[in-house]
């Protein structure tokens, strides 16, 4: 009962810095300009846990403009247009699906699994060195219409 209690924490604190992470991302990246009106929409496929803490951490918050709304879909036939979707590690196999069903969105995809960038994710949640890190495509980014500051490449790990 102990080790689970403890575990739970580690992942609940782990769940809080993710969430820190995304809302620096959507900070770091700039949509196209018939993206910037209503509300910034922040996708969560998977994970409840995860739109708990997105919400908490931005409901008061606004990027430019944009109100920042968080969606959760639990499945990819639920995704429906937004900015940014993150991807749990359960679902990552399925980005393919996703990129299809999102068409050419100028949509944000992080994932948070094995070979998220591989699969089409422009940004992907990673452990190096038991440390939470971010490996990320800028290329793949910008095919998608969007722009990424140097400043985030530099502090991911750059993955072509």
Same mark, same amino acid.
């Given at each position: #009962?102990?080790?689970? *209690?403890?575990?739970?924490?580690?992942?609940?604190?782990?769940?809080? @810095? +993710?969430?820190?992470?995304? =809302?620096?991302?959507?900070?770091? !990246?700039?949509?196209?300009?018939?993206?910037? $009106?209503?509300?910034? /929409?922040?996708?969560?496929?998977?994970?409840?846990?995860?739109?708990?803490?997105? %919400?908490?951490?931005?409901?008061?918050?606004?990027?430019?403009?944009?109100?920042?709304?968080?969606?959760?879909?639990?499945?990819?036939?639920?995704?429906?247009?937004?900015? @940014?979707? =993150? @991807?749990?590690?359960? +679902?990552?196999? $399925?980005?393919?699906?996703? *990129?299809?069903?999102?068409?050419?969105?100028?949509? *944000?995809? /992080?994932?948070?699994? +094995?070979?998220?960038?591989?699969?089409?994710?422009? /940004?992907?949640?990673?452990?190096?060195?038991?440390?939470?890190?971010? %490996?990320?495509?800028?290329?793949?980014? %910008?095919?998608?219409?969007?722009?990424?500051?140097?400043?985030? @490449?530099? #502090?991911? /790990? %750059? !993955?072509?």
């Amino acid at each position: #009962m102990f080790v689970f *209690l403890g575990s739970t924490i580690i992942n609940a604190q782990n769940e809080k @810095v +993710k969430a820190l992470f995304i =809302y620096n991302f959507i900070k770091n !990246v700039e949509w196209p300009q018939n993206n910037t $009106q209503g509300d910034l /929409i922040v996708g969560v496929l998977g994970s409840n846990a995860m739109k708990g803490e997105l %919400e908490s951490l931005t409901n008061t918050q606004r990027i430019g403009n944009q109100a920042i709304k968080v969606r959760f879909f639990s499945s990819p036939e639920e995704v429906t247009n937004c900015h @940014v979707l =993150y @991807v749990s590690p359960g +679902k990552t196999g $399925q980005i393919s699906v996703l *990129l299809s069903k999102l068409n050419n969105q100028s949509t *944000l995809i /992080i994932s948070d699994g +094995k070979n998220g960038i591989s699969q089409g994710a422009g /940004i992907n949640f990673t452990i190096n060195d038991d440390k939470l890190r971010f %490996e990320i495509s800028k290329n793949r980014i %910008e095919q998608h219409g969007m722009k990424v500051s140097s400043n985030l @490449v530099k #502090m991911g /790990i %750059e !993955v072509i």
